[in-house]
Protein backbone atom coordinates (compact mmCIF):
# COMPACT_ATOMS: atom_id res chain seq x y z
CA UNK A 1 0.00 0.00 0.00
CA UNK A 2 2.87 2.51 1.29
CA UNK A 3 4.02 2.26 -2.61
CA UNK A 4 0.85 2.31 -4.26
CA UNK A 5 0.29 5.80 -2.10
CA UNK A 6 3.85 7.09 -3.44
CA UNK A 7 2.65 6.17 -7.12
CA UNK A 8 -0.29 7.84 -6.85
CA UNK A 9 0.81 10.68 -5.30
CA UNK A 10 4.24 11.07 -7.65
CA UNK A 11 2.74 9.26 -10.68
CA UNK A 12 5.12 8.15 -12.86
CA UNK A 13 7.74 7.42 -10.68
CA UNK A 14 11.04 5.68 -11.05
CA UNK A 15 12.31 2.62 -8.27
CA UNK A 16 14.70 5.25 -7.04
CA UNK A 17 11.98 7.79 -7.14
CA UNK A 18 9.65 5.69 -5.06
CA UNK A 19 12.71 4.57 -2.65
CA UNK A 20 13.21 7.79 -1.51
CA UNK A 21 9.80 9.20 -1.28
CA UNK A 22 9.71 5.44 1.23
CA UNK A 23 13.10 6.13 3.13
CA UNK A 24 11.41 9.75 4.32
CA UNK A 25 9.05 8.03 6.71
CA UNK A 26 10.72 4.50 7.09
CA UNK A 27 14.26 2.38 6.78
CA UNK A 28 13.95 0.14 4.10
CA UNK A 29 16.51 -1.34 1.48
CA UNK A 30 16.20 -0.10 -2.02
CA UNK A 31 16.44 -3.92 -3.78
CA UNK A 32 13.37 -4.59 -1.06
CA UNK A 33 11.79 -1.71 -2.63
CA UNK A 34 12.38 -3.10 -6.40
CA UNK A 35 11.65 -6.32 -5.77
CA UNK A 36 7.81 -5.66 -3.75
CA UNK A 37 7.84 -3.29 -7.63
CA UNK A 38 8.52 -6.45 -9.20
CA UNK A 39 5.49 -8.61 -7.55
CA UNK A 40 3.27 -5.88 -8.06
CA UNK A 41 3.82 -5.50 -11.66
CA UNK A 42 3.29 -9.39 -11.84
CA UNK A 43 0.22 -9.17 -10.00
CA UNK A 44 -1.01 -6.08 -12.05
CA UNK A 45 -1.61 -3.65 -9.41
CA UNK A 46 1.67 -1.62 -11.03
CA UNK A 47 2.68 -0.95 -14.52
CA UNK A 48 6.54 -0.60 -15.92
CA UNK A 49 7.60 1.40 -18.47
CA UNK A 50 10.57 0.18 -19.75
CA UNK A 51 11.17 2.35 -23.38
CA UNK A 52 14.07 4.79 -20.80
CA UNK A 53 17.15 3.01 -18.58
CA UNK A 54 15.37 3.42 -15.89
CA UNK A 55 12.43 1.84 -15.56
CA UNK A 56 9.30 3.87 -14.70
CA UNK A 57 6.57 2.82 -12.60
CA UNK A 58 2.45 3.65 -12.75
CA UNK A 59 -0.31 2.44 -10.83
CA UNK A 60 -2.35 0.30 -12.80
CA UNK A 61 -5.41 0.48 -10.66
CA UNK A 62 -7.04 4.20 -9.34
CA UNK A 63 -7.01 4.80 -5.72
CA UNK A 64 -10.59 4.85 -4.90
CA UNK A 65 -11.19 0.92 -6.82
CA UNK A 66 -8.14 -0.71 -4.24
CA UNK A 67 -9.75 1.83 -1.13
CA UNK A 68 -13.34 -0.13 -2.11
CA UNK A 69 -11.95 -3.97 -2.15
CA UNK A 70 -9.55 -3.33 1.04
CA UNK A 71 -12.68 -1.87 2.74
CA UNK A 72 -15.14 -4.50 1.83
CA UNK A 73 -12.55 -7.39 2.88
CA UNK A 74 -11.63 -5.60 6.47
CA UNK A 75 -15.50 -5.23 6.91
CA UNK A 76 -15.91 -9.35 5.70
CA UNK A 77 -12.90 -10.16 7.31
CA UNK A 78 -12.93 -8.25 10.33
CA UNK A 79 -16.51 -7.26 11.24
CA UNK A 80 -18.36 -9.95 10.00
CA UNK A 81 -19.69 -8.42 7.25
CA UNK A 82 -21.06 -5.80 8.92
CA UNK A 83 -20.33 -2.14 8.14
CA UNK A 84 -22.34 -0.69 10.30
CA UNK A 85 -19.87 -2.45 13.32
CA UNK A 86 -17.26 -1.05 11.24
CA UNK A 87 -18.20 2.28 11.15
CA UNK A 88 -19.13 2.38 14.71
CA UNK A 89 -15.80 0.71 15.46
CA UNK A 90 -13.98 3.86 13.29
CA UNK A 91 -16.03 6.43 15.24
CA UNK A 92 -15.31 5.16 18.42
CA UNK A 93 -11.54 5.12 17.60
CA UNK A 94 -10.56 8.88 17.15
CA UNK A 95 -11.82 11.96 18.06
CA UNK A 96 -14.49 13.37 15.24
CA UNK A 97 -15.17 16.62 14.78
CA UNK A 98 -18.39 18.11 14.66
CA UNK A 99 -17.58 19.23 10.76
CA UNK A 100 -16.62 15.17 10.18
CA UNK A 101 -19.89 14.55 11.47
CA UNK A 102 -21.69 16.49 9.83
CA UNK A 103 -19.69 15.52 6.74
CA UNK A 104 -20.79 12.18 7.07
CA UNK A 105 -24.43 12.66 7.93
CA UNK A 106 -24.16 14.46 4.16
CA UNK A 107 -23.39 11.34 3.10
CA UNK A 108 -25.48 9.31 4.29
CA UNK A 109 -28.31 11.26 3.42
CA UNK A 110 -26.97 11.53 -0.46
CA UNK A 111 -26.77 7.63 -0.70
CA UNK A 112 -29.96 7.12 0.83
CA UNK A 113 -31.45 9.62 -1.84
CA UNK A 114 -28.86 7.53 -4.35
CA UNK A 115 -30.61 3.73 -3.36
CA UNK A 116 -34.09 5.08 -3.37
CA UNK A 117 -33.33 6.99 -6.72
CA UNK A 118 -32.24 3.61 -7.79
CA UNK A 119 -34.75 1.32 -6.80
CA UNK A 120 -37.75 3.95 -8.41
CA UNK A 121 -35.83 3.92 -11.50
CA UNK A 122 -35.79 -0.21 -11.34
CA UNK A 123 -39.69 0.21 -10.41
CA UNK A 124 -40.36 2.02 -13.40
CA UNK A 125 -38.10 -0.03 -16.38
CA UNK A 126 -40.87 -2.97 -15.57
Given at each position: ???????W??????V?????H???T??A??T?T??QL?V?TE???????????????R?A?P????Q?Q?TT??????F?G?????????????N?S?????????MI?D??KG??SQ?S?KGT?R
Amino acid sequence: MEILNVLWQLEPATVRQIHEHLTRTKQAQYTTTLKQLQVMTEKGLVVRDESERSHVYRAAVPRNQVQRQMTTHLIDRVFGGSARGMLMEALGAKNVSKKDLAELRQMIDDFEKGTKSQKSQKGTRR
